[in-house]
């Protein structure tokens, strides 16, 4: 299905197919332009008020949204549900380390959680935390300590048009001048982002990810990795990198835990869950003081926010993650659909990323104003077009500042995030044509304008009408 990939090892067909066959089946509402238009009326022109099933094909996110295995639904008949010491902790705990063999697995309910603990027990006023690119909750928890969140992508990785395999690497030389510069214990750690969300899904290399090591080991400084989507970039590092091309991923992900002192993990991307997270780490102090704060918050540290259903679909999960016919489908459905797009001249940030599409707005819509929103009014048409739910990445999810003060950000993208083993290829023809039939008439597409938003994180709530 998704076609021609030379990664197709060992097969002499050029079809990948999905490695899985279905087993449960969710029904698709259809519904009618009309029925769409008076929806997302209601919804202020806002897709997060859409109720979910007026959504045809939902690419808002590729988190928790994910399709399990008959042998994660095993796992949850299993879960032992033990206050206390349960299997399924156990279960959870060995392959969490199989392939991140920190010292300490702090359970949490999703990854911001695992932050919240983090920059809670490290942050606070005075301190600097850098990042490849924070994630949005990554940035709110380090500054809701009172900390400066300081991003230092490589710049390549701010163009979307620049060609660079590994466009979520770290800017070496921008690092070490900031190491430099800061006041001693004024960096508490540093932060990798594997794949780099914000920045369109792109990967770091080994090589980069190790001599940010050196160099935050040359300033005494730990090196922590925001660990989402580990095996996506595991995935790239093996398929791009000099000397990976025979390795097993599993392995790829050891050497890269090899070169952290600790991890934040949202486990409802590349570990396959509906819910899940941990925060991972070797250094025993701070182990001890965010088990304090994961009692307070969360529960007791062997099953942290979770049931032990939910650590049973995980330890299955991240087994089934790192497989590599699995990976190859995943890598390779993603650039089918954004392949397909660049091809037909729709502008899309390239390379494609590992877990979603994203569209560029900007280029698209070069008569709507930044802060008429063209992420926004793209994101709308291809819902009333065709029922598909993207997520505007741009000016209305970053234009106002802290000062009340409102300007266009960077760059004004739609996010077309694909869940996990959920939709099959003619889904995602689907969404091709969609959005071709929305690129035709770009022109007469027109911005629109907010007639209510909250103090902060406006893009959830804020009510839009047309221009
Ligand atoms: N870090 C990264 C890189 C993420 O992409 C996310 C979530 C988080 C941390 C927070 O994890 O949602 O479990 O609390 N990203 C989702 C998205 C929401 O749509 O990209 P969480």
Redesign the pocket.
Known sequence: MFAADVLNSGMTFHTIIEPFRIHSVEPLRMTTEDQRRAAIRNAGHNLFNLHAEDVLIDLL???GTGAMSRDQWAGIQRGDESYAGSPSWFNFLDSVRDLFPFEHVIPTH????A?KILFTAVGGTGKTVPNNTH?D??RANVEYSGARAVDLVIAEGRDPRADHPFKGNMDLAALEAVLAAAAPGEVPLVMM?ITN?SGGGQPVSMENLRATKEICARYGVPLFL?A??FAENAWFIRSREPGYADRDVRDIVREMASLADGM?M?A??DPLGNIG?WLAMNDDALAAKCRTLLILTEGFPTYGGLAGRDLEALAQGLREATDHDYLRYRIRSTAYLGEALDKAGVPVVLPIGGHAVYLDAKSLLPHIDPLSYPGQALAVALYETGGVRG?EIGSVMFGRQPDGDEKPAAMELVRL?IPRRTYTQSHIDYVIEVCLRVAEGASGLRGLRIVDEPPALRHFTARFEPL
């Open positions: 996110t590729d988190s999703q990854g911001r959680a932050e994630f909750t990554t982002t969300n925001d989402c989507r934040t949202s409802k991307k997270g997520c995030a």
